[in-house]
């Protein structure tokens, strides 16, 4: 059974920093490109960032790009996402998805697999 569990969400003020993490389990991790997604109320569901599984290709939203940084340890079965320079825009529920064989990366059917999300609320 594959699980994919997200931590690291919260409460902080505007500026501030957040570490999400990701933890999967009952799947070939370094077969599957990874990505975060968030969704605010009313507001459709985003790419926020995404990784290759081989690391070396990313791709950001616009929106955060220079603020967030997407990274995955293969042997430890996890991604992350390291939040700065938080903003109150960026207020939403978190979630990552795993994909064996997404070609578009904002392609959300794509992803088989996905996490139940984490809430991150910024303060002003």
């Known amino acids: 059974q594959v699980q994919l569990v997200e931590s690291g969400g919260g409460l902080v003020q505007s500026g501030g920093s957040l570490r999400l993490s990701c933890a999967a389990s009952?799947?070939?991790?370094?077969?599957?490109?990874m990505g975060w997604f968030r969704q605010a109320p009313q507001k459709e569901r985003e790419l926020v960032a995404f990784?290759?599984?081989?690391?070396?290709?990313?791709y950001y939203a616009d929106s955060v790009k220079g603020r967030f940084t997407i990274s995955r340890d293969n042997d430890k079965n996890t991604v992350y996402l390291q939040m700065n320079s938080l903003k109150p825009e960026d207020t939403a529920l978190y979630y990552c998805?795993?994909?064996?064989?997404?070609?578009?990366?904002?392609?959300?059917?794509?992803?088989?697999?996905w996490g139940q999300g984490t809430q991150v609320t910024v303060s002003s």
């Open positions: 998805a795993a994909s064996a064989g997404v070609v578009v990366p904002t392609n959300i059917r794509a992803y088989e697999f």
């Open positions: 009952g799947l070939a991790f370094s077969s599957y490109a």
């Open positions: 990784i290759r599984r081989n690391v070396l290709s990313t």
